[in-house]
Nanobody, 123 residues
Framework: QVQLVESGGGLVQAGGSLRLSCATS????????MGWYRQAPGKQRELVAS???????NYADFVKGRFTISRDNAKNTVYLQMNSLKPEDTATYYC?????????????????WGQGTQVTVSS
C-alpha cells in the first residue's frame, strides 16, 4: 500500500519560511520522481516543484528563487523549503510520486498523492 504523508504546514506571516516534508512508504522511493502541487480555494491544482530520481529539479516560475525541493533517499522523504512566503502562496500543498518524470509529458498526472497540508500566509 502506497502512502505519502505530508507535514510541516501552518500559519506564517508574509516573508516567513516553512519547510514541508513528505514521508513515503510502499514505493521504491529512490527510483521515483517526486513533486509538490498546491491548490487554493476555487483554483486548479498546480505543480510547484518536482525532482527526478537523480536529483534534477524543476520549478514553477512563481516560486523560482524562493522555494527549494530536495530529497533524502535514506529517509524516503521529499522536502519543500519555502522562503519569502507571500499571501498568494496560501493553499493546500500536496506531495505526489510517480515512476517517471511525468511533468515532461503534457496532461500527465502522477498516480500517487498525499492527503495535503495547509499553508496559510498572512499579510
Amino acid at each position: 500500500q502506497v502512502q505519502l504523508v505530508e507535514s510541516g504546514g501552518g500559519l506564517v506571516q508574509a516573508g516567513g519560511s516553512l519547510r514541508l516534508s513528505c514521508a513515503t512508504s510502499g514505493i521504491i522511493f529512490s527510483i521515483n520522481a517526486m513533486g509538490w502541487y498546491r491548490q487554493a480555494p476555487g483554483k486548479q491544482r498546480e505543480l510547484v516543484a518536482s525532482i527526478t530520481s537523480g536529483g534534477s529539479t524543476n520549478y514553477a516560475d512563481f516560486v523560482k528563487g524562493r522555494f527549494t525541493i530536495s530529497r533524502d533517499n535514506a529517509k524516503n522523504t521529499v522536502y519543500l523549503q519555502m522562503n519569502s512566503l507571500k499571501p498568494e502562496d496560501t493553499a493546500t500543498y500536496y506531495c505526489a510520486a510517480a515512476g517517471f518524470a511525468w511533468w515532461v509529458v503534457a496532461s500527465t498526472r502522477p498516480p500517487y498523492w498525499g492527503q495535503g497540508t495547509q499553508v496559510t500566509v498572512s499579510s
